[in-house]
């Protein structure tokens, strides 16, 4: 009797796709039989898991007390697991009491020294899941074996400890993270970087001040970032050196750190900054303007107001609205500009924030206007559009100069 | 003649197994993208983006064509999105049902004079409301385009956020489906400039105040077929062509893209019959003509829920209105193929779309003919077409069991297990004889388009009542 090879050697070119089709045939079976061993295994694990939990919630308040030993499930790796995400996951929504009680627990059990060993001494997927966990901690200990893992060679990993490392939310681990960027320049995406930093930076973010300074492009960009969102009304002379900065981003940051300047030097740059070539920057300066809530910003609001770019159109509106108690002779400089895309952005800023009537009935009691020309500005309200119609063109504006976005 | 036939049998049976083959490679790729994906989540938690001033504006634009049955619950569901900066923009795109009225008095509408610049063409605008509840709602009220691209061109024109995400008004989305799909465009601002999400069956499961509160697998085996096909399509097509850059199609149902080069190519085309494909290909060419240096994501696990047809005519124009689109788009940008300039889209893509997505209905229909004329003439290889019909079929369940597979270890949204044991066994009927219908549909598609019948005609949907609504 012929083997089975000899007969499919038999069968020429058509053994290929008797192969094919046995292979497809055992492809099917083996694809069938993982998605039912795995559905099987994890229904069991399950099962017992919230069975466990169950358990160990309540018996929760005397396990986290000391009152039932830690040995009884630090050296069960199942409990433990249970344990710790129970802890973490309290820890998400815990009040600073509650917190407290949970570190101490978290300390006093050991598990924060495991994690830090972990975290140390392991590699790839262990080691980022030990630093996942360590940053959810937030205990300060972590800080340093958190550090060491910005170093990792994969990337995921390293991403895990700058997280970790952003919620501990305080300036050691800005110092950290700065240093380690200072080092190796920006090898991780931007925004983990960036939250991070924000988390960090909050309550000392003249720690960014030297790093922007030196920084090559792309991380001074990133950093520039971080230091418009987290700039104090002190920081005020150091943040001018980057108003004149060759980085669009930079003086875009500027621009948006100059809103928590002081007024009267956040002006002057802002003004400026609000002539800016690119829209961005532009963007920035306007939105910061609109939030001094200074009479002087004003011809710079309307100057956005006729801008190329819409983002800028709106939010200079959105600028112009907030001075509420001068928006008959804010609304009669709007007209005056005779741009009809600014003059709709006003009218849309002017909606949003449902204060047309507001306009309309101030605009109705206002003496200082005459009644001829009231009877246009209310007419201009009611309609949206220019007595005359001129629609501004991009040669009428000297600030155009991109087109829309 | 026998010459003929023995030449046509032997190509077409290379060209399913290049077709099976592509597919594999895909299922392999996607297999190992999805494991670095659910990886890379452990780490990653989604509030801090919530949470974080970085996250750009999105608008979300969602036209409404006689949606009065389910506007109120698609809105709210919008609106109750997890995102920290958001505009939803509904467009009533010339409805003669009470779709406005519904809106009006569930979100207490007030007519506006908002910023409405038409870079984009689109019908007249009525008018434009803005809810007293909650301002983030603007409504677009405009005459009837015709199309579902000239109602999005309507409220892009009406967007003041730079990122745009374009849903549809009967889909539901997963609360945090817009964090997730942002992910990418954060990591990498300046290079991502669009983001699909995955598109699944709405049909079967049950929602509960705006959210979808238990997915089931529909009743109906069309629809149940469907949810194979969106699997394959989605977790396995999509993720690989996304992996080298040359995603083609960000589905209409749900995908985010950057406001400013949707106006720099004009907005949608109204004109096009699919205009998701067609959206796609011309940023593609937008940005290979001007050197950019882009990406164009495809992100598994925001999700986005639709209505897929219940009935086999409704599924029928609908797949042939899809192959009307492909037709479309790929005959106006033949100038791409093979062209340097267009790099990987021009080399691999839109000649992958050509051969085994355009043409396989014409070549396996062909096929089918060239055997059964064989059969007839006494000169088929019995043994031989029963070895490829197997082949091919048990080959081509490989590909499905594999797209179940990938949602069963990544997303596992089907958890009874009745849904699962059903999902696979349509992994095996699907093949007979629903895959000749789908390639006759498809083929009227080319017919109906070649005739000059190039007219978008919107399918009659239930919406979200597809789904249990309470």
Known sequence: MRSIFENLWRLGPAAFVVKAIVAAIVGDALLLAFILLRRTYRKRYFSKRDARVFELRQHWDALISGQISYERWRKKPFDRRIVETIALDAFEAAGPAESARLLKFLRTSGLIEKRIFEARKHTGWRRMRALVALGRTRAPEGISALAEGLCDADLETRLAALRGLGRMA???????????????????????????????????????????????????EVLGRVLGEVATPSMGMDLLQFVGDELDELRAAAARAMSHSQTGLGLDVLNELARDPVWFVRLRAVVSLGRLSDRRAIPSLLLGLTDANRLVRLR???????????????????????????LFAYLTALENANLRGKLESELQGDTGVDVEEKKRLENVLQTGTL??????????????????? | MIRFLGISNHTLFWYYLASNLAYLTMLLVALRTSAVHQRRLESHRLNWIKETPLAPPITI?????????????????????????????????????????????????????????????SAPVRGLYRSEIDPRLLVVDKEAGGS??????????????????????????????????????LEDPKRVIAVGGIIRVLNGSEIVGGHLRRVRLPRKSIEVIQVVEYLRAFLIGREAWGQGNMLMIISGAFGVFRTDLLRAIGGYKPSAIGEDFDVVTRLHRHLKETGADYRIHFVPDPMCWTEVPSDLQ????????????????????????????????????????????????????????????????????????????????????VISIGSVLQEEITYKRYNDWQDVARLVSYCFLEH???????????????????RGDTVWVPSKR??????TVR
């Open chain 2, 314 to 397: 409704s599924l029928g124009r609908q797949r042939a209105r899809w192959q009307k689109g492909l037709l479309d788009v790929l005959w106006a940008n033949r100038d791409m193929l093979f062209r340097p300039r267009y790099g990987r889209i021009g080399s691999f893509a839109l000649p992958y779309m050509w051969l085994f997505e355009l043409l396989a209905p014409v070549i396996e229909i062909g096929g089918i003919a060239t055997i059964i004329l064989a059969a007839s003439l006494g000169v088929l290889s019995r043994g031989f077409f029963l070895q490829f019909l197997l082949f091919g079929y048990a080959f081509a369940t």
């Open chain 2, 462 to 467: 239930k919406g979200l009542e597809s789904a």
């Open chain 1, 316 to 342: 200079a509106g959105e600028g112009l609205v907030g001075f509420a108690t001068e928006m008959v002779p804010i609304f009669k400089q709007v007209v005056g500009t005779h741009d009809r895309y600014g």
């Open chain 1, 170 to 220: 305080c300036p050691q681990a800005a110092e950290e993270i700065l240093a380690w960027l200072g080092e190796k320049g920006l090898t991780v995406p931007a925004l983990p970087l960036q939250s991070a930093l924000l988390q960090c930076c909050a309550e000392r973010p003249q720690l960014l001040i030297p790093y922007v300074q030196n920084a090559a492009a792309p991380l001074r």
């Open chain 2, 61 to 121: 634009i969602a036209p409404a064509h006689n949606e009065e049955s389910s506007i109120r619950v698609a809105v709210r569901n919008l609106l109750a999105l997890d995102y920290p900066q958001l505009e939803v923009i509904v467009v009533n795109d010339g409805s003669q049902d009470r779709t406005l009225e519904q809106l009006r008095e569930e979100f207490r509408l007030r007519l506006v004079r908002a910023v409405y610049v038409p870079v984009a063409t």
């Open chain 2, 148 to 185: 579902k691209a000239d109602a999005v061109n309507a409220g892009l024109n009406a967007a003041t956020s730079p990122y745009a995400c374009i849903v549809d008004a009967d889909s539901m989305l997963e609360s945090d489906a817009l964090l997730r799909i942002m992910v990418p465009i």
């Open chain 2, 432 to 450: 007979f004889p629903y895959r000749q219908l789908h390639m006759i549909w498809r083929l009227r598609g080319i017919w109906q388009y070649m």
């Open chain 1, 387 to 405: 007595p005359v119609e001129e629609p501004a063109t991009l040669a009428s504006v000297p600030h155009k100069v991109e087109a829309l976005p």
